[in-house]
T-cell receptor, first 114, second 116 residues
Framework: AQTVTQSQPEMSVQEAETVTLSCTYD???????LFWYKQPPSRQMILVIR??????QNATENRFSVNFQKAAKSFSLKISDSQLGDTAMYFC???????????FGTGTRLQVFP | DGGITQSPKYLFRKEGQNVTLSCEQN?????MYWYRQDPGQGLRLIYY???????QKGDIAEGYSVSREKKESFPLTVTSAQKNPTAFYLC???????????????FGAGSRLTVL
């Protein structure tokens, strides 16, 4: 069974600085998808970024980028130029190419300080 | 605006009572999902439906039931058999393109259920 591990329950960063959130996963499959979702205090889940395992190039969305290390089964999220609005829970998630079941990690609570 | 509407936002229930959480989407999405969120446990899949009149159990389906009579609606009933129902419930939907991974989930705002 696939598992997703986020080893950092809480992180903090000063505004305008860069922070990296860690995520590792376990799977025997070679083709899959990885996601980072953000849940702000409103609790509305929002997709931040998506990576397809067969693509070697790391995904980037504005200030958000990932470091995808397939061999190490690692999928970290880097937030550059952190903003107060980035304060949220961040969830890493795995989706098998063979199913439509999204498996979530336990989340990392990020606090951005002024 | 297209989106997912969950209601009620807050719900209180006495032990032994069934309660139904509503989820409606106007995105014309084929697939719909129910997740449960508990502190420190992330999101866990309860039930999902890829098409009208069909649904599958997720990882924690015991004590829950669903129906999918209309494409737009996927209500979740929390039955008295659910031993620890106090939680935050999230509904989601996605276009079912037939290619997994293209199915990015859109989430509702959630419903908070508290059992008294």
């Amino acid at each position: 069974a696939q598992t997703v591990t986020q080893s950092q329950p809480e992180m903090s960063v000063q505004e305008a600085e860069t922070v990296t959130l860690s995520c590792t996963y376990d799977t025997s499959e070679s083709n899959y998808y990885l996601f980072w979702y953000k849940q702000p205090p409103s609790r509305q889940m929002i997709l931040v970024i998506r990576q397809e395992a067969y693509k070697q190039q790391n995904a980037t969305e504005n200030r958000f980028s990932v470091n995808f290390q397939k061999a190490a089964k690692s999928f970290s999220l880097k937030i550059s130029d952190s903003q107060l609005g980035d304060t949220a829970m961040y969830f890493c998630a795995f989706l098998s190419h063979n199913t439509d079941k999204l498996i979530f990690g336990t989340g990392t609570r990020l606090q951005v300080f002024p | 605006d297209g989106g997912i509407t969950q209601s009620p936002k807050y719900l209180f229930r006495k032990e032994g009572q069934n309660v139904t959480l509503s989820c409606e989407q106007n995105l014309n999405h084929d697939a719909m999902y129910w997740y449960r969120q508990d502190p420190g446990q992330g999101l866990r899949l309860i039930y999902y439906s890829q098409i009208v009149n069909d649904f599958q159990k997720g990882d924690i389906a015991e004590g829950y039931s669903v129906s999918r009579e209309k494409k737009e609606s996927f209500p979740l009933t929390v039955t008295s058999a659910q031993k620890n129902p106090t939680a935050f419930y999230l509904c989601a939907s996605s276009i079912n393109t037939g290619r997994a991974g293209a199915n990015v989930l859109t989430f509702g705002a959630g419903s908070r259920l508290t059992v008294l």
